[in-house]
Nanobody, 118 residues
Framework: QVQLVESGGGLVQAGGSLRLSCVAS????????MGWYRQAPGNQRELVAT???????AYAESVKGRFAISRDNAKRTVYLQMNSLKPEDTAVYYC????????????WGQGTQVTISS
């Protein structure tokens, strides 16, 4: 079965950095688009960044210039480097294997908590 295991969350001060990792199994990783989403308390889950199998990248406006998504197909891992973190970045971050049929069919990790203190 598909498993996505995130790591790297934690508590940091505003202006700091974190690097999230997500190791995938059960999918043909190198042909699968991958993404990071986040959900803050009381909010809907929102897209943060995506990377296609060909390396095309897209970011939410709120994280452009601060976050960077990357992938290592040999390690079956997708990363999210987060710099210049703000309190409003506080959320549970989820790794996703993106399905062409839409977000409702994505495979999801269990989530990792990111908390930014002011």
């Amino acid at each position: 079965q598909v498993q996505l295991v995130e790591s790297g969350g934690g508590l940091v001060q505003a202006g700091g950095s974190l690097r999230l990792s997500c190791v995938a199994s059960g999918i043909i990783f190198h042909i699968n688009a991958m993404g990071w989403y986040r959900q803050a308390p009381g909010n809907q889950r929102e897209l943060v960044a995506t990377i296609t199998s060909g390396g095309r990248i897209a970011y939410a406006e709120s994280v452009k210039g601060r976050f960077a998504i990357s992938r290592d197909n040999a390690k079956r891992t997708v990363y999210l480097q987060m710099n210049s973190l703000k309190p409003e970045d506080t959320a549970v971050y989820y790794c996703a294997a993106i399905r062409p049929s839409g977000p409702g069919d994505n495979y999801w990790g269990q989530g990792t908590q990111v908390t930014i203190s002011s």
